[in-house]
């Protein structure tokens, strides 16, 4: 009997063996980490708008195809009837949140960017002027660094950064040469420098905010201030900005974007053939239907769609990045160009063209995206109401590879599939929400 329980035990013992062994082979021969099954996928920069499979291993996009063999991944994730894009890309946010500074941007007006950029698909903001040489290493250490968002920055071209009139009206804090230096030493991170908020007539603000850009070799995005006949907005974006700067705010309506005859002004159209670029810029304060639809109708659209998420505009008519691009959808937008003025086309206005798109090796950031049909209404700044039949919602959010965002438990296991004293059901390789706790050896 000895003998028997022996070999029976010795036997189980090699089966136990065996099956671990098994499993062991089954996931070191997975090729991939994820396989996202099925799904529409939209890439503007690859020209990409048909039914995909997309893998993904070790953080980056290893392959866009018709069909991948299933067998090939670690994780499959199926997605017919949902649209797969980029990580949505948003340039005009601001983030530099707590300072406790009243009042400010640099402060208590800005918001933790993780709990707004996840849930809405965005992966990559922009900070837009916040923070400028003199507090930047300031919002760096304390929120980029600190973010599982992907956070770069346009540095304002006032030293103090964006932290009200008494700071942003000084022209004395306006220095290129520091602005400059800054960017420099940050390269790729500062992609660009911000002018905003400017209540006088001076162009001092833009002349230096360009002179800080040359220097550095990056974008200026202009939020123009208050509206001058001293400095028009014609003069602005015909002469004063280069190809490759931004004008901000450009349904706002506050600085003659619509002429008297309710018609884009022509300096706009001009503009855009010398190269500048028209950003969104929602905000609490800067889109106005009345402004909007005229220009959609005579074919002004915008190169870029963002957000300006702050407390003023989180619970207003802006609600969020998909808000902002469900608008454009009922204005008469295609669902393929809102998706590349929310991807591909902001990562390339700020010089980072490994973002935007599923091209092999890029980076997975990936949008999982549902287009919900109904009956829905979308509020501009004043709160006039557009009726609409569509929106965009997001069911899953990646970042490098992993899920950061699950709106509907797409990637999880039903519970009662799972043993009577389950765990952590996710993976490391492909989950950032619930992974297993890390052995230690």
Not at 97 to 112: F, I, K, P
Not at 186 to 199: P, S
Not at 201 to 217: F, I, K, M
Request: hydrophobic residues 40%.
């Amino acid at each position: 009997m000895e003998t028997l329980n022996g070999t029976i035990g010795r036997c189980g013992a090699v089966r136990a063996t065996l099956i671990v062994f098994a499993v062991t082979c089954c996931y070191a021969q997975a090729q991939y980490d994820l396989l996202l099954q099925g799904g529409h996928v939209i890439d503007a920069k690859n020209k990409i708008s048909a039914t995909r499979d997309v893998a993904i291993r070790d953080g980056k996009i290893a392959a866009v195809e018709a069909r991948i063999d299933p067998a090939q991944a670690l994780k499959v994730v199926n997605l017919r009837g949902l649209y797969v894009t980029p990580g949505l890309v948003d340039i005009h946010v601001h983030v530099y949140a707590g300072t406790g500074e009243r009042g400010s941007y640099a402060g208590d007006n800005s918001v933790y960017p993780d709990g707004f950029t996840f849930r809405a698909g965005v992966t990559t903001v922009a900070d837009a002027g916040s923070s400028g040489w003199r507090n930047f290493d300031d919002f760096k250490q304390h929120v980029i660094d600190r973010s599982k968002t992907r956070v770069l920055a346009f540095l304002n071209i006032v030293g103090h950064g964006m932290r009200g009139p008494k700071y942003e009206n000084d022209l004395s804090d306006m220095e290129a040469k520091p602005a400059a230096e800054m960017a420099l030493r940050h390269k790729g991170l500062i992609i660009g420098i911000k002018t905003a908020h400017y209540a006088g007539p001076e162009w001092t603000p833009v002349e230096h905010a360009v002179e800080a850009g040359t220097l550095a070799d990056i974008p200026v995005m202009v939020d123009f201030g208050t509206n001058h006949k001293e400095r028009p907005l014609s003069e602005l974006v015909t002469k004063k900005l280069r190809p490759g700067d931004i004008y901000t705010h450009v349904y706002s309506g506050l600085r003659n974007e619509q002429d008297k005859s309710g018609h884009v002004n022509p300096a706009l159209f001009e503009a855009r053939k010398r190269g500048v670029i028209f950003d969104v810029g929602h905000g609490g304060g800067s889109f106005a239907w009345r402004i909007a639809v005229p220009a959609i109708k005579e074919g002004f659209l915008p190169d870029s769609i963002s957000t300006d998420l702050h407390i003023g505009s989180m619970n207003s008519g802006l609600k969020d990045m998909l808000n902002v691009m469900s608008k454009f959808l009922v204005m008469g937008l295609a669902l393929d160009d809102v998706v590349a003025r929310s991807t591909w086309n902001p990562a390339r206005e700020i010089h980072h063209e490994e973002l935007g798109n599923l091209s092999v090796g890029a980076p997975a950031d990936v949008s999982v995206l549902r287009l919900e049909r109904g009956e829905f209404g979308f509020a501009d700044i004043y709160g006039a109401r557009l009726r609409g039949d569509r929106r965009l919602t997001c069911e899953l959010t990646l970042r490098d590879g992993k899920v950061v965002y699950d709106l509907n438990a797409i990637t999880r296991p039903d519970w009662d599939t799972l043993p009577r004293d389950y765990r952590q059901t996710g993976d490391a390789r492909w989950d950032a929400i619930n992974p297993p706790p890390a052995r230690r050896p």
